[in-house]
């Protein structure tokens, strides 16, 4: 079981050539969605309110097979703004509330069966509720995997310095972190990237990988180093393609049964093959959200085995 813990939303999606759009989102629970889409149960640990909105984030989680352990409460579903520019680029504005009052008295139970917990984006920095994600990672550790992804929101958190700091406490706790380069050039503008994610990497996790949009990604590891190019497609826009990243590492781990706080050391020791198809993988389901509307991510038919 795969447990992901973050903030759900509902995307407002604008742009000059096309009507407003809505979709339920989130980066957490898009990769709650990719990774239930890709054939793995998964829980997601969030909030979201009793309105319209978030009657709309729960048919989406629910029709998705995706488990929902915890109830809707009565604060307003967050939202995020995404501006469209001409090639698809999406640029966010947010008006959210991130708490999860119950989570510590609810955590015996929802860690119950998890081999892999997921984490990150607002979640994991925005108070009041990043502190209690923290102590669910800590918890969660001897038995579980813990991934995590910064997916930095400037927009929200402006402190670099303090985002950078807590960035540095999930990735310490971590076995397997992604970040974007724009998250790495924000957090540490005057280092290069790789120097960056080696440096991560020392910290404890035993993958850091990073995505680059049209450039691809890359990733690293104690035993080496691997590179995944884009494959040809016509981008619609970009909203959620990080996260179906995401998903698709994640899953492809478990497929190859790296998960479980007792499998650290194999973990640890993943091969070059098996690092470049797993971020091969990852490349793949991301070029296919890319080529579709809003975040959407694939299913196992849409994509060759990992």
């Given at each position: 079981?795969?447990?992901?813990?973050?903030?759900?939303?509902?995307?407002?999606?604008?742009?000059?050539?096309?009507?407003?759009?809505?979709?339920?989102?989130?980066?957490?629970?898009?990769?709650?969605?990719?990774?239930?889409?890709?054939?793995?149960?998964?829980?997601?640990?969030?909030?979201?309110?009793?309105?319209?909105?978030?009657?709309?984030?729960?048919?989406?989680?629910r029709g998705n097979s995706v488990l929902t352990p915890l109830p809707p409460d009565?604060?307003?579903?967050?939202?995020?703004?995404?501006?469209?520019?001409?090639?698809?680029?999406?640029?966010?504005?947010?008006?959210?509330?991130?708490?999860?009052?119950?989570?510590?008295?609810?955590?015996?139970?929802?860690?119950?069966?998890?081999?892999?917990?997921?984490?990150?984006?607002?979640?994991?920095?925005?108070?009041?509720?990043?502190?209690?994600?923290?102590?669910?990672?800590?918890?969660a550790r001897p038995s579980a995997t813990i991934t995590y992804d910064p997916n930095?929101?400037?927009?929200?958190?402006?402190?670099?310095?303090?985002?950078?700091?807590?960035?540095?406490?999930?990735?310490?706790?971590?076995?397997?972190?992604?970040?974007?380069?724009?998250?790495?050039?924000?957090?540490?503008?005057?280092?290069?990237?790789?120097?960056?994610?080696?440096?991560?990497?020392?910290?404890?996790?035993?993958?850091?990988?990073?995505?680059?949009?049209?450039?691809?990604?890359?990733?690293?590891?104690?035993?080496?180093?691997?590179?995944?190019?884009?494959?040809?497609?016509?981008?619609?826009?970009?909203?959620?393609?990080?996260?179906?990243?995401?998903?698709?590492?994640?899953?492809?781990?478990?497929?190859?049964?790296?998960?479980?706080?007792a499998r650290r050391p194999e973990l640890a020791r993943i091969s070059a093959g098996?690092?470049?198809?797993?971020?091969?993988?990852?490349?793949?389901?991301?070029?296919?959200?890319?080529?579709?509307?809003?975040?959407?991510?694939?299913?196992?038919?849409?994509?060759?085995?990992?």
């Open positions: 079981m795969l447990t992901v813990i973050g903030e759900a939303l509902v995307d407002e999606v604008l742009s000059d050539t096309a009507p407003k759009r809505f979709h339920p989102g989130g980066s957490p629970l898009n990769v709650a969605v990719g990774v239930a889409r890709l054939g793995r149960p998964v829980q997601f640990v969030g909030r979201y309110g009793t309105d319209a909105y978030g009657q709309l984030i729960h048919e989406h989680l009565d604060l307003p579903t967050s939202v995020a703004t995404a501006l469209l520019d001409p090639a698809g680029g999406a640029r966010y504005t947010f008006d959210l509330k991130w708490q999860l009052p119950s989570l510590a008295e609810s955590l015996p139970r929802l860690l119950d069966g998890t081999t892999m917990l997921h984490t990150g984006s607002i979640a994991a920095m925005l108070q009041p509720g990043a502190d209690a994600v923290l102590r669910a990672v800590e918890r930095c929101r400037p927009s929200i958190i402006t402190d670099v310095a303090y985002a950078r700091e807590q960035a540095e406490r999930f990735v310490a706790l971590a076995d397997v972190v992604k970040a974007s380069d724009e998250d790495l050039a924000w957090l540490y503008p005057d280092e290069d990237p790789r120097d960056a994610a080696r440096r991560w990497l020392a910290m404890g996790p035993a993958l850091v990988a990073v995505t680059g949009g049209s450039k691809g990604a890359w990733a690293v590891t104690a035993a080496g180093e691997a590179e995944a190019s884009v494959p040809p497609v016509t981008v619609v826009d970009t909203v959620g393609a990080g996260d179906s990243f995401m998903s698709a590492l994640l899953v492809s781990l478990m497929d190859r049964e790296l998960d479980g706080g098996d690092l470049n198809t797993v971020l091969g993988f990852a490349v793949r389901a991301a070029a296919v959200t890319v080529s579709r509307a809003g975040a959407n991510p694939p299913f196992r038919e849409d994509l060759p085995n990992p």
